[in-house]
């Protein structure tokens, strides 16, 4: 770290000790105008830190520990193709999917932009005339289903983005998702489906991904139950950088979409892993969603660092998880159709900034990732708000809501609002015993009554959020809310010197799957695996019976 860091971060701990016994009721007394301070816009997007334990010296020392990390270099570097991946050797351009000709992008020399627009065009054209029903089985009938077999980063942007867009996606066929090796996600998909009729997108970077292979394998054979294997390619798709294996896996030339290796998984899904959205919502509205992404990527290139929406929140981020201690961050989306956001963002959040040990190869010296989480409001309230309001540990939150409705049901927005508004207000501002005490007077308590439940009805408050308000979701404004987190999480990894595109943290599990699935299929011994697992898989065998 550089001296100019460190003592950026000194100030920040210097900065926590004055404020940290200062409630966030009294900073509002002090300042009624923190909306005005510490709210952020760009169109019709606006972030509001102003019930963040923060005042004015600290943001600015936030922007200084951003300068001093250089996060303006290596913004760069990334949008001019560097192998910033570095543990890979890889450029990290995903900003370049969604990017017009102008913008130029460029990896080791070469445009990006006609690579890109070249597959784009041809899996949009592919997804409308499925849509259309240009493109039929090899009978001449139409698909009525599509089942995207992918798992990670090849099935949460899909599945979250063809909820979130519901709204988009008339006339389309029935989308579905299989991601887990477990038997019961296959059988339950596909219970009710006609195979012959089902289109399979098998959606995977590398190809490989044992549980994407096996699903792909079991679906090979449950359209064989209806369909010829002469038929049979007419209903299969792979979405791959691993052109060799889909041929082998017997997938039609051009029924591949491909992508690149500077594309992570979890960054992908504007690529042609996003075929499913397509499928569901049409090429025009697809084209809209990228547009929502670059406008964030663009923003993120250009805006100054104190007016930067991205870096913004995650400064906010470092704040809460470093300087804070906050272990957690709780994502809660107040739309039914978000309800997969929180899940998309765990991966790209903890798979890019889960490690511990910096891009150089040394242990980093501070926390890095908080465990990201969350559910769709107001249901989250029902469960776990309870340990949010009166819990021992702070959790901040990050709310997010659409300020108009994509249905017409009378009240349901309006109540949806009052909530959202509701629990950043109690979580900020709490309830106090004297106030407890005097309400339940007023409902007839007698004192001792009143004194004796107070502390259970008494909220401390000064629990930090961050709401994020957009006029309405709908392709774009997905595509720029997608694009806000990405380069959050980029921000903090710069911060806090961690690679955020490699995950080799998942390959020992993988590993250890593999030579103990061997022992399982009767190639090896039992007495081969380690002895923690031996009476584990001793016990199985046991109530199996074998
Ligand atoms: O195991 C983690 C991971 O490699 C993710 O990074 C990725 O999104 C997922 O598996 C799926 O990988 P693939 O698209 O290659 O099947």
Redesign the pocket.
């Known amino acids: 770290m550089n001296n100019d860091k460190n003592f950026q971060w000194g100030n920040l701990f210097k900065n926590w000790d004055r404020i940290k016994e200062k409630h966030l009721k009294d900073m509002f007394t002090e300042s009624p105008n923190r909306f005005e301070k510490f709210s952020f816009s760009k169109d019709d997007l606006t972030l509001d830190f102003s019930k963040e334990r923060i005042d004015e010296d600290i943001l600015k020392n936030l922007i200084e520990l951003a300068k001093s990390s250089d996060i303006e270099k290596a913004r760069t570097a990334m949008f001019s193709g560097e192998h910033i991946n570095n543990t890979e050797n890889r450029a990290v351009m995903h900003v370049a999917l969604r990017a017009n000709a102008e913008d130029n992008y460029s990896i080791d020399g070469i445009l990006t932009s006609t690579i890109v627009h070249d597959v784009l065009d041809s899996f949009l054209d592919f997804a409308d005339n499925i849509r259309s029903g240009n493109i039929r089985n090899a009978r001449g009938e139409t698909f009525t289903d599509v089942i995207n077999i992918?798992?990670?980063?090849?099935d949460l942007g899909p599945v979250m983005s063809v909820n979130a867009l519901k709204a988009f996606s008339n006339n389309g066929p029935n989308l579905h998702f299989i991601a887990n090796i477990d038997g019961n996600d296959f059988h339950d998909t596909t219970a009710m489906l006609d195979p012959a009729r089902t289109l399979i997108l098998i959606?995977?970077?590398?190809?490989?991904?044992i549980e994407?292979m096996t699903n792909a394998e079991s679906a090979k054979q449950w359209l064989l139950s209806s369909l010829s294997q002469d038929e049979l390619s007419l209903n299969m798709v792979a979405l791959s950088t691993n052109l060799y294996a889909t041929k082998e896996f017997g997938i039609k030339d051009d029924y591949v979409f491909g992508f690149w290796d500077w594309v992570?998984?979890?960054y992908?899904m504007c690529a042609a892993?996003g075929l499913p959205i397509a499928l569901a919502i049409g090429a025009r509205n697809f084209r809209d969603l990228l547009a929502g992404f670059r406008d964030m990527d663009i923003h993120f290139k250009e805006a100054p660092l104190n007016k930067n929406l991205p870096i913004l929140l995650a400064l906010i981020g470092i704040w809460r998880r470093n300087i804070m201690n906050a272990t957690t961050l709780a994502i809660m989306p107040y739309d039914q159709r978000l309800n997969r956001f929180p899940a998309y963002v765990q991966?790209m959040d903890m798979?890019s900034n889960g490690k511990s040990t910096t891009s150089d190869g040394n242990l980093v010296d501070m926390q890095t990732a908080p465990v990201i989480w969350g559910e769709s409001g107001t249901n989250a309230q029902h469960s776990f708000f309870q340990l949010l309001h009166q819990g021992t540990d702070i959790v901040p939150v990050d709310f997010i809501i659409s300020a108009k409705a994509n249905h017409n049901l009378l009240g349901h927005h309006e109540k949806l609002i009052s909530n959202f508004l509701a629990q950043s207000e109690a979580l900020a501002f709490g309830k106090s015993k004297d106030t407890v005490i005097n309400e339940m007077l007023e409902q007839g308590f007698n004192y001792s009554d009143a004194l004796k439940l107070s502390p259970h009805r008494s909220f401390k408050g000064n629990r930090p959020s961050t709401s994020i308000i957009y006029e309405k979701m709908n392709p774009f404004s997905l595509g720029r809310l997608i694009a806000l987190y990405e380069h959050k999480v980029f921000v903090q990894g710069v911060i806090w010197g961690i690679n955020s595109f490699d995950?080799w943290g998942?390959e020992l599990g993988?590993v250890a799957a593999v030579d103990i699935g061997k022992v399982i299929e009767g190639d090896g011994l039992i007495s081969d695996l380690h002895v923690a697992t031996q009476p584990l898989l001793r016990q199985i065998y046991k109530l199996q019976k074998k």
């Open positions: 992918g798992i990670g980063g090849s959606a995977s970077k590398t190809f490989t991904t994407t992570g998984g979890r992908s892993i991966q798979e995950q998942v993988k």
